[in-house]
C-alpha cells in the first residue's frame, strides 16, 4: 500500500528559529493534509493542499505541496513555545483511507 | 457545535476483560474512522464506517476486535478479551465526506491494560 514517509522524526530548535517537515510520498497524491498533535492531545487538522505547486499561509506556518504532487513541506518561521507538538501529514492511502506518516515532533528551548 | 465526543477518557481493564470504546462524530458527519496510536507513533488507520456500514476494515485484527456505528448512537469499538499489547490511544475521527480530506478528531480514549 502506499506510504507516505516523513521527516526529521524529532527536531530540537531554539525558540525563534525556523523549522521545517518534510513529507514524501512514492507516488502522486491527490491531496495532503498537515495535522497537529500537541503532547497528550489529538491531531487538529491544519490544513490541505491539493493542487500542484500550491502554497498556503498560516501566520508563521507555510505549507508547500510539490510541483509533481509527491511530497510537502511544512515551514514554521521564528517558532514559538506553544508551537510544541507533533506535525503530521496525511495522503489518501486506498480509496477512501487517509495514510499518516510517522510525524515530526518539534521541541522548542526557551 | 459540539466537536467529536470520545468517551470514555480513560479506561482501566485487567487482561481478558472487554473494553468498549464510544465516539460520537460531529454534527452532520455520517463517516467515521478509528485509529490506534501507541507512545512515540503515528496513527495507525482501523476501520472506517458509514452509518450502519463497515466500509473498510483493513487495518483491524480480525479477532477480538469489531466496530460498528449504528443508525442511532454512537460508533463503538469493541476489544474483547483484552491483552497488554491493547494498551494505546484509540482516536476516532469524523468527516462530512467519505473521500479522505479532513478529519476532525475526537480527544481520544487512553487504554490501560493491567
Known amino acids: 500500500g502506499q506510504q507516505v514517509m516523513q521527516i526529521p522524526q524529532y527536531q530540537h530548535v531554539q525558540e525563534g528559529e525556523d523549522f521545517t517537515t518534510y513529507c514524501n510520498s512514492s507516488t502522486t497524491l491527490s491531496n495532503i493534509q498537515w495535522y497537529k498533535q500537541r503532547p497528550g492531545g489529538h491531531p487538529v487538522f491544519l490544513i490541505q493542499l491539493v493542487k500542484s505547486g500550491e502554497v498556503k499561509k498560516q501566520k508563521r506556518l507555510t505549507f508547500q505541496f510539490g510541483e509533481a504532487k509527491k511530497n510537502s513541506s511544512l515551514h514554521i518561521t521564528a517558532t514559538q513555545t506553544t508551537d510544541v507538538g507533533t506535525y503530521f501529514c496525511?495522503?489518501?492511502?486506498?480509496?477512501?483511507?487517509?495514510?499518516f506518516g510517522r510525524g515530526t515532533s518539534l521541541i522548542v528551548h526557551p | 457545535n459540539a466537536g467529536v465526543m470520545q468517551n470514555p477518557r480513560h479506561l482501566v481493564r485487567r487482561r481478558g476483560q472487554e473494553a468498549r470504546l464510544r465516539c460520537s462524530p460531529m454534527?452532520?458527519?455520517?463517516?467515521v474512522y478509528w485509529y490506534r496510536q501507541l507512545p512515540e507513533e503515528g496513527l495507525k488507520f482501523m476501520v472506517y464506517?458509514?452509518?450502519?456500514?463497515?466500509?473498510?476494515e483493513s487495518g483491524m485484527p480480525k479477532e477480538r476486535f469489531s466496530a460498528e456505528f449504528p443508525k442511532e448512537g454512537p460508533s463503538i469499538l469493541r476489544i474483547q478479551q483484552v491483552v497488554r499489547g491493547d494498551s494505546a490511544a484509540y482516536f476516532c475521527a469524523s468527516s462530512p465526506t467519505g473521500l479522505a480530506y479532513e478529519q476532525y478528531f475526537g480527544p481520544g480514549t487512553r487504554l490501560t491494560v493491567t
Open positions: 454534527k452532520g458527519h455520517s463517516h
Open positions: 496525511a495522503g489518501p492511502g486506498g480509496s477512501y483511507i487517509p495514510t
Open positions: 464506517l458509514q452509518k450502519e456500514n463497515i466500509i473498510d
